[in-house]
């Protein structure tokens, strides 16, 4: 009976969750959302990332992942012009069904993650083709939170963390998440520099590292 109580509260609540915390980014709200949700993100990063976001919102906000959060982050920002880019088909399809409004691209990293240290030394690597809506824009914020990395044979996440060093706009902010692991760690020193590193947030799933870039030459 409980079982069936707390499947009924998540399908009628999880929605509206969402809805009210892209209004009021309140702690509790959070919170709630995180569990109604099945976010992995933690409430402390949520908030520091929310508390960005409406600084500068209606901002541009690129995220790399599609998650649970997805719906949330387009809500947040609904004045603002938010893309999602991510490589898992069936995920994609997933979300974008679940949720009409999300503007996403389905990409292809072709990358390994046991790969790292060779694409390190070779930047040119690292490039990689993205839609125009993606290329053409300058980001006020960037959200790097896949592609998966957890293993070698995962793709990693070093394209996605080089490519939001050279979308972002000069006084824009790029958040990390997955900084406990050592590619997202060497790769962010590296591309996104120590210099621009303002918090790094811990939590049981992952740190969240936040970097303010100041040295964009736009």
């Known amino acids: 009976m409980k079982t069936i109580l707390k499947e009924f509260i998540k399908q009628n609540l999880a929605r509206p969750s969402i809805i ?5 980014t309140s702690r509790f709200n959070i919170l709630l959302m995180r569990k109604l949700n099945g976010i992995q993100l933690s409430t402390l990063q949520i908030k520091v990332i929310c508390k960005t976001i409406k600084r500068k919102t209606p901002c541009k906000l690129l995220v790399f992942g599609l998650g649970n959060d997805s719906s949330f982050w387009t809500s947040l920002n609904r004045k603002g012009i938010t893309v999602f880019l991510e490589d898992n088909k069936e995920w994609f399809q997933k979300i974008t069904e679940k949720s009409k409004k999300i503007k996403a691209f389905l990409v292809n990293y072709e990358t390994q993650r046991k790969d790292w240290k060779t694409m ?7 490039e990689m083709t993205l839609p125009d809506d993606v290329e053409k824009e300058a980001w006020d914020v960037i959200l790097v939170d896949a592609p ?24 824009g902010d790029i958040f990390v998440h997955d900084c406990d692991r050592k590619v997202e760690e060497i790769y962010c020193d590296k591309f996104l520099q120590k210099g621009n590193l303002k ?3 811990k939590a049981p799933i992952g740190f969240l590292r936040h970097y303010h870039i100041m040295n964009r030459p736009f």
């Open 20 to 24: 009210l915390t892209g209004v009021w």
């Open 120 to 126: 390190l030394k070779n930047e040119s690597l690292l």
């Open 148 to 171: 998966a990395g957890w293993n070698n044979e995962n793709p990693g996440r070093m394209k996605s963390i080089f490519l939001s060093s050279k979308l972002i706009r000069n006084s």
């Open 199 to 201: 918090l790094e947030i």
